[in-house]
């Protein structure tokens, strides 16, 4: 999604009203995955001007329920929003610098994500979080290492 036609269609598939401050933080969170609340904030008032806290913590609550975007919470981390949906991968962050980056799901069958005992549960979801450095923070020797989920 990389237009405003093409958020707005996304926000009528999704039964819900088009309004400017729905487009603006949709595109937002597509222009910047994994972006924090105050960075979606501060994009979509670059975009349309003043607009409420409030206003946006509603819009993401109803693009994240109507499926449009998935809240991602990383240990010790704020929570952040991403525009990949629809499919079920995971994410590795950087115990350095906190950036985060998508990881696909491993193909076959994975030992670690099939329950021993699933308690009853009809399971069609796991969420994994790789610990790590990014390549920039690996490669540097100017940044102490640190685990940004303290």
Known sequence: MTTRTDAEE???????????????????????PHADTETLIGAVRESMGSVSHQAVYDVLRALTEAGLLRRIQPAGSVARYEARVGDNHHHAVCRSCGSIADVDC???????????????????????????QCPNCATSSEIPHHDARQ
């Open 106 to 132: 491993a193909v076959g069958h994975t030992l670690c994500l099939t329950p021993s005992d699933d308690a009853g549960f009809t399971v069609d979801e796991a969420e994994v979080t790789y610990w790590g």
């Open 10 to 32: 996304a926000l009528r598939s999704a039964s819900l009203r088009v309004t400017r401050p729905r487009v603006a933080v949709l595109l937002a969170a597509h222009d910047r």
